[in-house]
C-alpha cells in the first residue's frame, strides 16, 4: 500500500529544520551588520551551532527519506511540475548542506575554529588564508539568497497547490495531518 502521507519523524525534521532556517538566516543578517563586540562574538557562536546542527539534521533527514521515500505527488499534477518539485527539493536539500560546510570552511579559512554548542571543538578544513576567508564569506552569502529565493518557491508552491489546486500536498507536511487522497 502507497503511503499518502509522511511520516511523523520526516514531518518533525521538515519543521525542525525550517524554523531553525528561519532563524539561522535571521540572525545571520543581524551579525552581518553589527560592529564588533562580546555580543556580536556570542551570537556568531550561536550562528555556527545552529549551522552545525542543521546541517545533522538534514543528514539524518537524507537518511530517513532514504529509508522511507516521500509519498507520490498527485496523479494530476503535470510532469513538468513533478520535476520542478523533484528539482526544488533536491536543489533544498544540496543548499542546507553547502551553506553549513561553506560557513565552516570561511571559518576555518579567517582562522576562526568551530567549536559546537561551545564544547566540541570541529577541526579546521582548511589552513589559515584570509583572502580565501573573504571569497568563501561571500560565497556563504550568494548560497543564502539563494536558499531564500529557493525556500519562496517551496513555500508559494506549497500554498499554491492548497489554495488553487486544492490538493493534499500541504496538508499531507503538516504535523498531525493524513492527506486524503
Known amino acids: 500500500m502507497t ?18 532556517i528561519v532563524g539561522m538566516l535571521l540572525l545571520g543578517f543581524l551579525i552581518q551588520d553589527m560592529p564588533f563586540s562580546p555580543r556580536k562574538l556570542q551570537w556568531i557562536s550561536w550562528h555556527k551551532w545552529i549551522g552545525v ?6 543528514l539524518l533527514r537524507l537518511g530517513w527519506r532514504w529509508r522511507h521515500p516521500p509519498p507520490p505527488l498527485p496523479a494530476s499534477m503535470p510532469a513538468w511540475q513533478r520535476w520542478a518539485a523533484h528539482a526544488g527539493h533536491w536543489l533544498l536539500y544540496g543548499l542546507m548542506l553547502a551553506i553549513p560546510l561553506s560557513g565552516w570552511l570561511m571559518s576555518s579559512a579567517k582562522g576562526v575554529p568551530t567549536v559546537w554548542f561551545g564544547v ?7 589552513s589559515r588564508d584570509p583572502a580565501l576567508g573573504e571569497r568563501l564569506q561571500q560565497l556563504h552569502f550568494s548560497l543564502n539568497i539563494g536558499l531564500m529565493a529557493v525556500l519562496v518557491a517551496h513555500v508559494g508552491a506549497a500554498i499554491k497547490h492548497h489554495v488553487v489546486d486544492r490538493d493534499d500536498v500541504l496538508l499531507r507536511m503538516l504535523p498531525g495531518n493524513q492527506s486524503r487522497n
Not at 519523524?9 to 525542525?16: D, F, G, I, M, S
Not at 546542527?53 to 538534514?58: C, H, P, Q, R
Not at 566540541?120 to 582548511?126: A, G, M, T, W
Open 3 to 20: 503511503r499518502i502521507h509522511y511520516t511523523s519523524t520526516a514531518k518533525a525534521l521538515h519543521w525542525v529544520i525550517a524554523l531553525m
Open 53 to 58: 546542527t542543521i546541517f545533522l539534521l538534514v
Open 120 to 126: 566540541l571543538p570541529l577541526p579546521d578544513l582548511l
